[in-house]
Nanobody
Framework: VQLQASGGGLVQAGDSLRLSCTVF?????IGWFRQAPGKARDFVAV????????SYSDSVKGRFTISRDDAKSTVFLQMNTLKPEDTAVYYC?????????????????????WGQGTLVTVSS
C-alpha cells in the first residue's frame, strides 16, 4: 500500500490550490490532515470509501472540497480562499477497513496508512 500526496506550494492569501493523493492498492475512506509548525496534526477532511459522504473540520468548511476519482485512484483536496493559518504540511491517509461505504472517520487513530506530506505555505 502506498499513498503519494502532491500539489503543495507557496501561494498568497485568497489563492487556491488543489492537492492530490494517489492511493495504490487500497479502497478505503481517505482523509486529509495537516500539521502546522509547532502544532499537533489536525483533521481537515475525509471522504468515504464509496465517495457518498464527506466531512470537514470547521476551520475549512465552505472553503475546501474533498473528492475522489477511483478510476484514477486519486483523492483531491480543492482548497479555495486560502489563509495564512492554512500553512502546514498536509498529509493524506487511508482509514482502517470498515464495512460501511459511508464511514468518514475524523480521528487520527482510525487511519492505518499515511502519505509523506506536502507543504502548503500561504503568505499574507
Amino acid at each position: 500500500v502506498q499513498l503519494q500526496a502532491s500539489g503543495g506550494g507557496l501561494v498568497q492569501a485568497g489563492d487556491s490550490l488543489r492537492l492530490s493523493c494517489t492511493v495504490f492498492g487500497l479502497n478505503r475512506a481517505i482523509g486529509w490532515f495537516r500539521q502546522a509548525p509547532g502544532k499537533a496534526r489536525d483533521f481537515v477532511a475525509v471522504i468515504s470509501r464509496g465517495g457518498g459522504r464527506t466531512s470537514y473540520s470547521d476551520s475549512v468548511k465552505g472553503r475546501f472540497t474533498i473528492s475522489r476519482d477511483d478510476a484514477k485512484s486519486t483523492v483531491f483536496l480543492q482548497m479555495n480562499t486560502l489563509k495564512p493559518e492554512d500553512t502546514a504540511v498536509y498529509y493524506c491517509a487511508a482509514a482502517s477497513a470498515h464495512p460501511s461505504t459511508f464511514w468518514t472517520p475524523v480521528q487520527e487513530s482510525s487511519y492505518t496508512y499515511w502519505g509523506q506530506g506536502t507543504l502548503v505555505t500561504v503568505s499574507s
